[in-house]
């Protein structure tokens, strides 16, 4: 069975992305519809392994906010015209080029036109249906005329869906309340674990962490808040993400391993997934299951 996630413990593990969302149709009144084909256009390039901008973004001034956005705009549009670039050199991206450290232009994008737009209508579902919902409640409210309330379960519509070539995005609305996911609907939500090597006794006593995107924690951070709680000596190891790249990606996961299973067991108290607070910081933990490829 899948493990369930609470809508708010997705909402922190994407803060950075929804308060740029919010940003982009609240304060600079940008269309929700295009704003989300963004965010998606920025997730995806991050899951082909290209580093995340958005964790920049949150402090940066709305001038440089929305030369990016601008140049993700025309990506979109570029990938509507099916037509190649007049030239090879051909840019539009250079802006976000310079932030990335990464070639990236609109040829990159009609040499993986395909692959672009089945990422992007993944990301569209997985992962922006789900955390910018209450943004978009909030702001329709603002802006609708009438006193149409938007009822619990309703499917929210966003004048843009169904797009012509990204097809429609399906949000549902379930109220401010706190409800559960399952994480087979959060493809990239939450980071798995890789395969390895460690016995089956040692998978017993580790805990799988998840931290929040953008807000990196330390191994020696993760020490502390753990010998805090129990004996200093019950944590045995501590296995950061390995290969993180880019100037400013970090490690999303770590295995923690305790001296016992006891003591994994006590942390989650009967819960699949339970939530930790470290200096203003989210992370997760849960029982660790190693992935197999049989």
């Given at each position: 069975m899948a493990p369930m996630i609470s809508s708010n413990d997705l909402n922190s593990y994407y803060k950075i992305d929804r308060d740029i969302f919010s940003r982009l149709?609240?304060?600079?009144?940008?269309?929700?519809?295009?704003?989300?084909?963004?965010?998606?256009l920025w997730l995806w390039l991050e899951q082909k392994g290209y580093p995340n901008i958005i964790s920049k973004m949150i402090s940066w001034?709305?001038?440089?906010?929305?030369?990016?956005?601008?140049?993700?705009?025309?990506?979109?549009?570029?990938?509507?015209?099916n037509q190649p670039p007049s030239s090879p050199e051909e840019g539009g991206m250079n802006f976000t080029s310079?932030?990335?450290?990464?070639?990236?232009?609109?040829?990159?994008?009609?040499?993986?036109?395909l692959d672009a737009i089945d990422g992007i209508k993944k990301v569209l579902n997985s992962v922006c249906a789900k955390i910018f919902t209450d943004i978009l409640v909030n702001h329709l409210k603002v802006m609708l005329i009438s006193e149409a309330e938007i009822r619990f379960n309703q499917q929210i519509q966003v004048i843009g869906f169904p797009h012509k070539l990204f097809g429609n995005i399906e949000i549902v609305w379930k109220g401010f309340t706190d409800y559960a996911i399952s994480a087979e609907e959060l493809p990239w939500s939450f980071p798995v674990p890789e395969n390895d090597t460690f016995s089956d006794e040692e998978n017993d006593r580790t805990l799988f962490l998840t931290f929040s995107r953008g807000f990196p924690v330390k191994e020696t951070e993760v020490r502390e808040v753990?010998?805090?709680?129990?004996?200093?000596?019950?944590?045995?190891?501590?296995?950061?993400?390995?290969?993180?790249?880019?100037?400013?990606?970090?490690?999303l996961f770590a295995r923690l391993v305790f001296r016992s299973a006891t003591t994994v067991d006590g942390i989650l108290n009967g819960r699949i997934i339970t939530r930790f607070h470290f200096r203003g910081r989210h992370f997760w933990g849960r029982k660790y299951v190693r992935s197999r490829s049989d």
């Open positions: 149709v609240t304060i600079f009144m940008r269309d929700p519809a295009e704003s989300i084909l963004v965010i998606a001034p709305r001038f440089f906010l929305e030369i990016l956005f601008n140049e993700a705009v025309s990506a979109l549009n570029f990938l509507e015209t310079q932030v990335m450290e990464r070639d990236i232009s609109l040829q990159l994008f009609h040499e993986k036109r753990f010998s805090g709680l129990f004996r200093r000596d019950s944590v045995v190891d501590v296995h950061i993400q390995e290969n993180v790249s880019g100037n400013n990606a970090h490690a």
